[in-house]
Each structure stands twice: as structure tokens, then as C-alpha cells.
């Protein structure tokens, strides 16, 4: 087990890395509303449910990929991913009678969710809505409705609301499956993220400052969080940075790979571990920055392995720390990236 407590940035110096450090409070938070999670679990009644649908974007959506992963391996139902056009642009409802339906939101106030979620509550789907701020439009268009409770996010890039919401979804999920294993798991979370804090993940930095693109891999449960790593990479570091399953990765996006594009690796210790460990030994063998976390061949500091599930969400926490101070080395504001807002309204 590789640890280090050296910094990587001043939680003072921006909204990004404060709101980052938040995360261990805002898991502990949603530990407290487990009760409330479990009633809602207990009215949700998915015995007959044939499917599960997914709807969010950016970084909710990616906190809905990895809710996907937990869906199909704790409940054993097949997970969609909602694409909201189909309702604002095509116009055309889908048939959801008995569907489990979850919407993930940030703000709650995209008009494309909120259509998308009365339509599936119209068409008979039972709507949950993982939300961080209530009353809102979101929330209201939904049965259920579960707060994030993160409070006012400042920075642009968003941070303790996405761990916030896999948290939140992971509590609805353990209650639903009645998993002892990840309650327990989630117990852990808190303080494991406030841990991860401390970790330096600072010598990717080292390869992003010459790279041309940046590839960021993980499989099953660290799908999501790395698409959502891939994506702060992007906006907040300008870099074009590509998220892959790594079984993926082993295909065509392979042939992209050369010195001037790093690979983070996440590893986790379960049935995936074996494919990662797999390609991380190729990586290094064809002379590919690998910067790797998680399992014994790990290159980055980390606080060793828990539950995969847990520790796919706390993997996040040193992965923001590390791009918010490159950020600032590099003279980027990580809290208002060039032409974005906090809120985007689709239709």
C-alpha cells in the first residue's frame, strides 16, 4: 500500500479544491439520511420492474454509469441510459410502465430532465430523482426525491455533488438489495474520502504537460469515474482526454496510444482486477506513461483497497486535487474554465 501526505494545493486558493475536501462531510451526510433512503426503497416496489433507466448529463451522467454497474450486479435488472431528445426533439414517449426511472441532477433545473422525468412518471415508471438542490423542477417532476444535501457548489467544475451522487444512489441501491455489504462499505466512505485527501497524485502532471491527448481507464464500477476524470481533464485543463473501459482500451483506441499520451489506470479489487492488471503490464512493456492506482503494481500514493464500489467513488478525490493544482501551475482559474456556466440548459 502506497500512501503520502504531501499536498498538492492550498484548500484555500479555490472553490474547486474546498468543495473537493467537502466530499467526506457531504458522504457523511447522506449516511444520516439512510432511514429516509431506505422508506423510499421500501415504496419503490420493483419486483415487476423489467428495466432500469438512467438520465443525467456531464457529470451526473456519469454518476450514472456507475449506479448502472451497481443495478445490473446487485438488482440483476438491464440498465438504458435515457437520452432526453427522444422526448424534446423527436417528441416521441417511450413505453416505461413498471420501469425504474432515476434522474441525476446537479441543479435540477434542465429543462430536458425535467420533460424526460414526467414523461416516464406519466408513462407508468417509478421516478426518483438524485438531486442537490430542492425545490427544484427536477425534483418536483419526480415521485421520489432524494437531496444530495452538498449545499451551494461554487466552482463551475462540479466535485462534491457528483461524489455526493453516486453516494446517494449507492445508499438507494444497497437498500433496495437489502446488501449488507455495501451498507457497510458506505459506513466506511466518509472517512476514506477525507484519507484520499491527503494522497499526491502530482506526477501525472509531470506527462499532461506534454501531452497531446490523455486516456483515463478503469472497467465496470470505475467506468463512470473515470469518464468523469477524462471530463475535468478537458475542461478544466484544455487537454482533450478520452474515458475507456479498459477492456476497451485494448482494442481500437489502442492504436492511438504513444509517449505523448498518458493513461491513468484505476484498478479495483474485484472480479475486473485481472484485465486491468493485464493491460497495465502491456502499457508498460510498450513504454506508455502508465500512471496506475489501486493493486500492488500501483505507481500512485493510495490507502488501500475496500470495497470496490466505495473505492471507485473515492478515487475521484485525489484525481480533482491533482487537476485543480495543475490548474493553478499552469495559470488556469479551475473554478470558471473558458465558456461554461454552472447550469446548461438543454432542450
Aim: aromatic share 4%; net charge neutral.
Amino acid at each position: 500500500m502506497m500512501q503520502s501526505s504531501k499536498q498538492t494545493t492550498d484548500p484555500a486558493r479555490s472553490a474547486m479544491a474546498r468543495e473537493t475536501n467537502d466530499s467526506a462531510e457531504v458522504a457523511a451526510r447522506i449516511l444520516r439520511r439512510r432511514r429516509a433512503i431506505s422508506d423510499i426503497a421500501g415504496q419503490l416496489d420493483i419486483s415487476t420492474a423489467p428495466l432500469a433507466v438512467l438520465c443525467g448529463r456531464g457529470s451526473s451522467g456519469h454518476a450514472g454509469v456507475f449506479l448502472r454497474y451497481l443495478i445490473e450486479t446487485r438488482l440483476h435488472l438491464p440498465v438504458s441510459a435515457s437520452a432526453p431528445s427522444v422526448i424534446t426533439a423527436f417528441r416521441k414517449p417511450l413505453c416505461l410502465d413498471h420501469a425504474l426511472f432515476i434522474v441525476i441532477s446537479q441543479s435540477g433545473r434542465s429543462p430536458d430532465l425535467v420533460a424526460a422525468t414526467r414523461s416516464a412518471r406519466e408513462s407508468g415508471a417509478r421516478t426518483v430523482a438524485i438531486v442537490n438542490v430542492v425545490p427544484s423542477p427536477v425534483a418536483d417532476a419526480a415521485e421520489f426525491v432524494i437531496p444530495i444535501e452538498a449545499g451551494v457548489e461554487q466552482s463551475v467544475a462540479a466535485t462534491k455533488t457528483v461524489v455526493g451522487s453516486m453516494a446517494a444512489g449507492a445508499e438507494l441501491i444497497a437498500a433496495l438489495a437489502d446488501d449488507a455489504t455495501l451498507r457497510s462499505a458506505l459506513d466506511r466512505l466518509p472517512e476514506r474520502l477525507a484519507r484520499a485527501a491527503a494522497l499526491d497524485w502530482s506526477a501525472i502532471a509531470t506527462d499532461l504537460a506534454n501531452a497531446s491527448a490523455v486516456f483515463v481507464a478503469s472497467r465496470g464500477l470505475g467506468l463512470g469515474p473515470a469518464r468523469e476524470i477524462a471530463l475535468k481533464l478537458a475542461e478544466i485543463l484544455r487537454l482533450p482526454a478520452l474515458g475507456f473501459s479498459a477492456a476497451e482500451l485494448q482494442h481500437g483506441p489502442r492504436a492511438a496510444l504513444s509517449a505523448r499520451t498518458p493513461v491513468l489506470l484505476m484498478r479495483l479489487n474485484d472480479e475486473t482486477a485481472a484485465t486491468v492488471d493485464q493491460l497495465a503490464d502491456d502499457l508498460r512493456a510498450s513504454r506508455i506513461a502508465l500512471h496506475l492506482a489501486g493493486g500492488p503494481s500501483a505507481s500512485l500514493p493510495w490507502i488501500g483497497d475496500d470495497d470496490a464500489a466505495t473505492d471507485a467513488i473515492t478515487m475521484l478525490v485525489p484525481a480533482y486535487r491533482m487537476i485543480e493544482a495543475t490548474a493553478r501551475a499552469w495559470g488556469f482559474d479551475p473554478d470558471r474554465p473558458p465558456q461554461l456556466s454552472k447550469v446548461t440548459e438543454t432542450f
